[in-house]
């Protein structure tokens, strides 16, 4: 249930449905190793089903209940007796994509969805008005506070963000502080895996004092 593209839940649901009924000894999916053995199958297949069918009927309740799509992404998780090896796909996702399936791409949440202007054709003017040292700010609280998605908003309008390679730069200014300890540079590259490593571009300075 990945999010590329709406996969419909019901109908792939009556697929595994139909392939547990054959009794298949071996499955060769387009991913990965070919599975050998009735049973490893039957039970593979019959945990996926389920975990679909849960994530399904539970974003389904959430959306009866009022809950908007971003309340619904954070707040439902497989059951430890569902739980599924998230690669290709993701639980949030798959919420996403369930929530699309019905209600479409409009989500109530602001009248700007329906226009032709994505929100990053502003970014550039958001992030003059505020100052870099203003988003560099907010961005280092949310990496103190271990919260990387809301990172990765607040430094958007003046950082390029690729969250596949935990790779970040930026050629606007860059100011950080520790303590007394302070440096600041015009661009930056920055490897956000641990151990994170950040490379500072150009007209770096700063001052650092060791014990």
Do not use: C
Not at 177 to 185: A, C, G, L, P, T
């Amino acid at each position: 249930m990945r999010g590329e593209k709406i996969r419909k839940p019901i109908e792939y649901i009556r697929s595994l449905d139909l392939l547990i009924a054959l009794q298949p000894e071996v499955i060769v999916p387009s991913h990965l190793d070919p599975t050998v053995g009735a049973v490893e199958i039957r039970q593979g297949m019959e945990r996926i089903r389920d975990a679909v069918q849960y994530v399904h009927d539970e974003t389904v309740a959430g959306m009866n209940a009022g809950k908007s799509v971003y309340d619904l992404m954070q707040e439902i998780q497989l059951p430890p007796h569902l739980a599924l090896v998230q690669n290709h796909g993701k639980v949030d996702w798959a919420v996403r994509s369930i929530w699309d399936y019905y209600a479409t791409w409009f989500h109530f949440d602001s009248t700007t969805e329906l226009y032709p202007v994505p929100v990053r054709a502003v970014y550039a003017e958001l992030a003059e008005a505020a100052g870099s040292e203003a988003l560099l700010s907010l961005a280092t609280n949310h990496l103190a506070r271990d919260e990387p998605v809301n990172l990765q908003f607040s430094v958007r309008p003046s950082l390029r963000v690729q969250p596949e390679q935990n790779y970040a730069e930026t050629d606007e200014y860059v100011y950080a502080e520790s303590d007394d300890n302070w440096v600041e540079s015009t661009g930056m590259q920055a490897w956000l895996k641990k151990p994170m490593r950040i490379k500072l571009l150009a007209k770096v300075r700063g001052r650092y004092e060791v014990e």
